[in-house]
């Protein structure tokens, strides 16, 4: 076993999308061990979601035609579904949460340090709140402003044997509304036309319309 | 605008039926597993090449 963490925590994730950031895509394509581990952790999760930005990180830098390949062919499977911000209606909306979260990250002196793909996964995070938590090991580019996290695992590094850490996070819609209107106060009205777009509450997932 | 959650979503609904989303579980066949399992071995045994090949 290389992945350690509250087996308790995994069952939270049951019915949940798993929003991928690419440190983590990495990490399960690095060792078929912590592979088959988190797989048996999230079994009752309803898969992996990879967005077009974490696929065009995981793919970028490749030239060697096999591995390339191999990367193509493994985020192909079954387990991993594609996000809908190929979508152009969806990913002006996601574009609209993106913005803002960078306004209120930035306000609250959390803003260094995050790029364009991970505002993008935490505009889908926030999208789509109701079905969807993301896992990264790159908590600090999630902040604790807006989300919350559920749980934490290491995984045992090949080589030097180190641990590194991943992050469940969720969006915390009253953290977000509480933000929200610090904002709209600091600018003083002039953010009456923000524009922002959460999916509203389901009582279960169904996959003509969410996934993906 | 302000979507608040209870707004409606921004996509079409194309079908109501309530079907049941599969788990990663049984996404995750024995045969899914082993196929990418495979590929991250051949990728392992790429990158070991080419890290012979830059010793050279």
């Known amino acids: 076993m290389k992945v350690f963490g509250d087996s308790k925590s995994d069952k939270e994730l049951s019915g949940k999308y798993i929003l991928l950031d690419n440190d983590f895509l990495n ?48 985020i192909a499977k079954s387990i991993f579904y594609p996000t809908r911000s190929v979508n152009y209606e969806i990913f002006n909306h996601l574009l609209d949460n993106a913005l803002l979260l960078s306004r209120i990250y930035s306000q609250q002196k959390q803003g260094e340090g995050k790029s364009f793909t991970d505002l993008m996964l935490a505009a889908i995070t926030m999208l789509q709140s109701n079905t969807t ?80 | ?24 579980g049984e996404l995750a066949t024995k045969e899914v597993v082993s196929e990418m399992v495979a590929l991250i071995r051949e990728n392992q045994k790429i990158e070991m090449e080419e890290r012979a090949k830059e010793k050279e």
Request: charge should be neutral; charged fraction near 30%.
């Open chain 1, 27 to 74: 990490q399960l394509f690095r060792d078929p061990e912590v592979l088959v581990d988190f797989i048996l952790r999230f079994d009752s999760s309803a898969g992996f979601l990879i967005d077009t930005l974490t696929e065009f990180e995981f793919s970028r830098d490749i030239y060697n035609f096999k591995q390339r390949k191999a990367r193509e062919e493994f």
């Open chain 1, 133 to 212: 938590v993301l896992i990264t090991g790159n908590k600090k580019h999630f902040p604790l402003c807006i989300f919350d996290t559920l749980t934490v695992y290491n995984v045992e590094q090949d080589g030097d044997g180190s641990m590194r850490a991943y992050c469940v996070v969720s969006f915390n819609q009253n953290k977000f509304k509480k933000y929200l209107e610090q904002l709209k106060l600091s600018e003083k009205g002039s953010l009456k036309t923000v524009s922002f777009h959460i999916e509203s509450n389901k009582e279960d997932i169904n996959p003509d319309d969410i996934p993906f």
């Open chain 2, 1 to 24: 605008m302000t979507n608040l959650p209870s707004d409606p979503k921004p996509h079409i609904q194309t079908n109501k039926s309530k079907k049941r989303v599969p788990t990663l």
